[in-house]
Every structure is written in structure tokens, then in C-alpha cells.
């Protein structure tokens, strides 16, 4: 069945959105980590309410929490449509102001706040693929705030579209919007028995056709050194400085392999994100990633005999690590699942498009909530050039997304 007559609000309701700053922050502890991200949910959830489903809440720790309700009298397995709420740290997310560039024409786009931000069809390939579709940027001075609002208008517009047709025969669909996803923390405090969905998939990919159901497995790593503290002017053989320590064990990583600068496909690696200390105490954090996650410990190991290594040259110094588990390739959970992707494959292919596997040389909300009892794959938006103020997305990409979930709300249906 098509949806082609459909007046599709995402694009409208996309607009809106991204016009509310609601940045994380991962310098705070609370939960969520900034209270703006509430002021989107808030809208959501009246949203939510004005399209017809009325058991839609916002709970203190920012999560969206509704349910459109079965049409089948099957017992069709509960689904989760999941998006994120927050936009990234790395750039400003207040601001925004969205340009909606009709029927693009394949040339770059120069973005009119700062015209030195030039979108240009070189960097961003997928662009000329785009060619006459309705582009989204932003003006040039913030990012837009595609990834993931994006996602989260394309599943407002699905639930606009299915509560609008009864007559599209699905299982209970549950909706579910996080905050804090781009700090590593959005599934903190989701609330699994409330949620009450046996399989999920989260709307946070990118190209049209593609689909993600393998990410790196990740933990974090924090390397202290401590040195000894002395007096400057007294220091002759006396002081060592945790701060030249830890500046001399960053020298010693490999620049041309085991860093993201020069890796790319299934290949691992180990990146310093943090440096802080003073006189008598150094640390450098990182973080560790591999798609094979035995391979973690390896990369743990290999940091510290470089830091066993490092302690040698400065006498009386010494160090320790702490690791933390981040999350896990979603992979070795959907491996027990295979109809998760192979559904998600049957709707594509129903919606026009030839799917393609890929994997994410990152994680998602689906990553943890896959080892948390919710296989959970993650499906394209269309959101490109990704915290960045060269961030795009295509009308018709998030249209061709809401299409893909009818579909497969559908596909469910008819296998139970």
C-alpha cells in the first residue's frame, strides 16, 4: 500500500524542532544532562497528544514514553521506534536557523550566516544523489541538528500517518525518545518493563538504503600518572612532573596506525580525548573501539605496557588505569535475531529501495539497548555532514523513512 498521497508533516515539524537548543553536556552529571533538552520533549509529547495518542508522558529523566495502539487482533510483538532528542557538544546548537533550499540543483551550497561554510558536493558526495530533492542546511554559524531530529520528525510523522489510517493492519508500536544519546548516556535510565517492547529499531542513520545492525564495541580508559611535587626552585632531583609524563606517553602512540586519523572499515583503534593534571598528577583519557569486542582487552593492554614503558624514564613515578564499559557490537545480540534485519530488509525493498547492510564505526541508543533485552538495529534519516554546520538532510529521505516504517510495522503484522 502507498503512502504517496500522503501530506507528510515531517519536514514542517523538522523546522520546528531543530529551532530548540537542547545540546548535552557531558560535563554534567544530571540526567538528563542539560534541563533544555525537556523544552523539545515537552512539545513532543503535546504533539503526540494532538495527533491522538493519549497515554504520551515525559518522565523526570527525560524520556518520551507513547504508544500507537495495535490494528491487528494478531499477537504481533511489540515494537520501539527510537530517536534522540540532544544534539552534539562538538558544535553550537543554539540558534539554529533552518534553510529549506527546494529542488536542489546539484551545486554547492553556500550557507549565507558565514559563506566561508560552503556544503560542497566534493566533500559530500551524496549530495548528487539528492539532486532535485528539498534540502535542509542550517544559515552556517550552528549545526542543524539532523542527527536526530531527524529521526524523531520522521517517527512524529509516521505516528501522525498510522493514527490517521486505522485500516494499516500492525502490533502495538511504542515510541520512545531519549535525551543525552550523544554523551554515551541515553539509555541510562530508560525504563525497560515500562517500555514494554520485545524488538526495537532506532532512526539515526544516514543514506537512504541503509541499514546498521553492527557497531564498534567500546570502553573507556583513564590513564593517572603521579609524579612527585618539589618546590621549583629547589627541584634539582628531586621533582618529577606527572604532567611531562603523561605528555611523554602520548608521544609514544603510533601516529600512522591504531588512531582514528588513519583507520577506516572493521579496523580498531585507541584515541586520547582528555588530558588534565598538574605537578604531582596526570591523566589522559580514551577512548578504546573495536568491532570484535575480545579485541578491546588487547588495546588495554597494549596502552599500558606503552605506560609501563613510559614510567621507566622518570624516576619515583608511577601509575594506574581504570576501564569502563561503554557499550557493546549490538551484532552479537541481533545474530540470535536475524528477522529483526531481514524484516527491516523486506521493508525497504516494499518501499523501493535495495537495502544495504552496514556497519557503524560508532555506537547508538541500539547498541545498549540490544544488551539490555531489546535487539535493536538503527535505520537511515537521511542525516548527513553529522555535527558539523555543514549538516544536511533531504525532505524526501525522511518521506522515504516514514514510508519504510509503515511498511514495516506491516511486515511484522503479517509474519506472527
Not at 604531582?280 to 578504546?288: D, G, K, L, M
Request: net charge negative.
Amino acid at each position: 500500500m502507498s503512502i504517496s498521497n500522503y501530506k507528510h508533516t515531517a519536514a514542517e515539524r523538522f523546522m520546528r524542532y531543530v529551532q530548540v537548543d537542547t545540546q548535552s553536556d557531558p560535563a554534567s552529571p544530571a540526567q538528563p544532562s542539560t534541563e533544555k533538552q525537556k523544552d523539545l520533549s515537552r512539545i513532543l509529547v503535546e504533539e503526540l497528544k494532538a495527533i491522538g495518542i493519549t497515554d504520551a508522558k515525559l518522565d523526570e529523566h527525560g524520556y518520551v514514553y507513547a504508544t500507537i495502539p495495535a490494528t491487528s487482533n494478531k499477537n504481533v510483538p511489540v515494537l520501539c521506534y527510537c530517536s534522540h532528542v540532544d544534539t552534539a557538544p562538538d558544535c553550537s546548537g543554539a540558534g539554529v536557523k533552518p534553510i529549506l533550499h527546494t529542488n536542489y540543483n546539484g551545486s554547492d551550497i553556500v550557507l549565507p550566516d558565514d559563506t566561508s561554510v560552503v556544503i560542497s558536493t566534493k566533500e559530500h558526495p551524496y549530495l548528487k544523489e539528492r539532486i532535485g530533492d528539498d534540502i535542509i542546511t542550517a544559515s552556517g554559524t550552528t549545526l542543524l541538528g539532523a542527527d536526530d531530529k531527524a529521526g524523531v520528525a520522521i517517527i512524529m510523522d509516521l505516528a501522525n500517518y498510522l493514527i490517521q489510517h486505522p485500516e494499516i493492519p500492525h502490533g502495538v508500536i511504542r515510541i520512545l525518545f531519549t535525551p543525552d544519546e550523544e554523551i554515551g548516556r541515553g539509555v541510562n535510565k530508560v525504563d525497560m518493563q515500562k517500555l514494554g517492547a520485545q524488538y526495537g529499531y532506532t532512526l539515526d542513520g544516514g543514506e537512504r538504503g541503509h541499514m546498521e545492525g553492527e557497531t564498534f564495541s567500546a570502553d573507556g580508559m583513564k590513564v593517572t600518572f603521579h609524579g612527585i611535587s618539589a618546590h621549583p626552585g629547589y627541584a634539582k632531583d628531586k621533582m618529577v612532573s606527572a604532567i611531562k609524563i603523561a605528555a611523554a606517553f602520548v608521544d609514544k602512540l603510533p601516529r600512522n596506525e591504531w588512531c582514528p586519523e588513519v583507520t577506516e572499515g572493521k579496523q580498531g583503534f585507541v584515541h586520547p580525548v582528555q588530558i588534565e593534571g598538574v605537578l604531582e598528577r596526570a591523566s589522559v583519557s580514551f577512548i578504546v573501539r573495536d568491532f570484535d569486542t575480545a579485541m578491546l582487552a588487547k588495546h588495554e593492554e597494549r596502552l599500558k605496557a606503552l605506560a609501563e614503558e613510559t614510567i621507566k624514564e622518570f624516576r619515583g613515578s608511577s601509575y594506574e588505569f581504570v576501564v569502563t564499559e561503554q557499550y557493546r557490537n549490538m551484532k552479537e545480540v541481533l545474530d540470535h535475531h536475524p528477522q529483526v534485519m531481514d524484516y527491516a530488509e523486506e521493508a525497504y525493498k516494499r518501499a523501493g529501495m535495495q537495502p544495504v547492510r552496514m556497519s557503524v564505526r560508532g555506537g547508538t541508543d541500539g547498541s545498549r539497548l540490544s544488551f539490555m533485552g531489546l535487539p535493536c538495529p538503527n535505520l537511515f534519516t537521511g542525516e548527513m555532514g553529522i555535527h558539523s554546520k555543514q549538516e544536511y538532510v533531504s525532505v524526501q529521505d525522511m518521506e522515504k523513512a516514514v514510508e519504510t516504517l509503515v511498511e514495516l510495522a506491516r511486515v511484522w503484522e503479517e509474519n506472527s
